[in-house]
Structure formats: structure tokens, C-alpha cells
């Protein structure tokens, strides 16, 4: 797992986006060792004044992570200097599946808080725009073991999505590390 291809996109002073092209060179095997082994569960949220069923799986990981988890984890706690404590996968099983707009709520609890996506499988779209609205700012299409770094004010200042998508051409994983403090790991 190289940094070498890094790319950042400075969004504005204080947001931006790192990302890294292909950074899990065996992304399939993670992909097929996920898709078996996860602890896949249809979760449910509070929208307004109704319990909705999420249009994805997600998997969550308390404290022991599967060794090639732990191997991703371990590169970018080192590389951005963060102990990133918590790690989500979410499958998207079709163009079906989705997320709508939202900044992670880490945000909530912490003032620039730095939030990696690694993404398997298939490409999708993932589009940013700012916080309450508006037109889509920067459009990504992130896959085949992409890695994707938002940092800076972004979960303040901005919203993503990962839209339904009619012609996904297959699943897409999105792993997901985030930390609970600003020290370094």
C-alpha cells in the first residue's frame, strides 16, 4: 500500500480530499474475504417521524479487526498520525443501494475530524457539495481498492453522497475509519 500516487484536492482553505488511486493492490480478495466473513446487518434509522430500512448492508467493528482490516488501519493511522479506533463496512449491492447527503457525525464531537474510505469492488459515484444544499462542488467515482482521505473542516463545511446509481455495474464496499481523538496514535 503506496502513497505515491497521492492526489489532494483543496476544496477550499480549510477542506479538502486525499486520494489514492488503486492503493489496495489485492482488492478483490478483501472484497470476496468481506463479502463472506463480515457481520452483515440491515440497519434501520429515525427520518422525521419514521423508522426507514437503510439501502445498504453495513457491517461494524468494535475492537478486533480481521488482520487485512488491521493492516489498512494500521498504514493509515501511521501515514495521517491518528489512531483511527472504529471501522464500518458498508455494501452496496446494486445501483439500488445508496447513502443520501450528510457530513459524519464525528463532526459532532470533534473540530476537524479526519474520516478514510476505502472503497472495493466496483466503482460509484461519490459527489460533494456544500453543507445545506446546493449544486455538486466534485465528483468521484472511487473502486478497485481507491483510497479517499476527507480532512480539514469538510464534515463541518460539507455534505457527500453516494447516490442511487441505475447503471452500477456490480457491488461496491466502502470501508470506513474514523477516531475518537486528535492525538497521535
Not at 457491517?59 to 489512531?83: G, T
Amino acid at each position: 500500500m503506496s502513497y505515491d500516487a497521492l492526489r489532494r484536492d483543496q476544496l477550499d482553505l480549510t477542506s479538502w480530499v486525499d486520494l489514492v488511486p488503486g492503493w489496495v493492490p489485492d482488492h478483490a480478495e478483501l472484497f470476496d474475504e468481506l463479502l463472506a466473513e463480515a457481520p452483515w446487518q440491515q440497519r434501520t434509522r429515525k427520518m422525521w417521524d419514521n423508522e426507514v430500512v437503510e439501502p445498504r448492508m453495513v457491517a461494524a467493528y468494535a475492537f478486533a479487526l480481521p488482520a487485512s482490516l488491521e493492516e489498512l488501519r494500521a498504514s493509515v493511522s501511521q501515514r495521517y498520525r491518528i489512531d483511527f479506533d472504529s471501522c464500518l463496512v458498508n455494501l452496496y449491492r446494486d445501483g439500488n443501494d445508496a447513502v443520501a447527503w450528510h457530513g459524519d457525525t464525528v463532526r459532532k464531537v470533534l473540530r476537524n475530524p479526519l474520516v478514510v474510505t476505502v472503497s472495493l469492488g466496483a466503482s460509484r459515484r461519490f459527489v460533494v457539495r456544500r453543507r445545506g444544499g446546493g449544486p455538486v462542488l466534485k465528483e468521484y467515482a472511487p473502486g478497485q481498492g481507491d483510497l479517499m482521505v476527507m480532512g480539514g473542516a469538510m464534515q463541518h463545511d460539507y455534505e457527500h453522497a453516494v447516490p442511487r446509481q441505475r447503471s452500477a455495474s456490480g457491488a461496491r464496499m466502502s470501508v470506513t475509519m474514523r477516531h475518537s481523538c486528535r492525538s497521535a496514535s
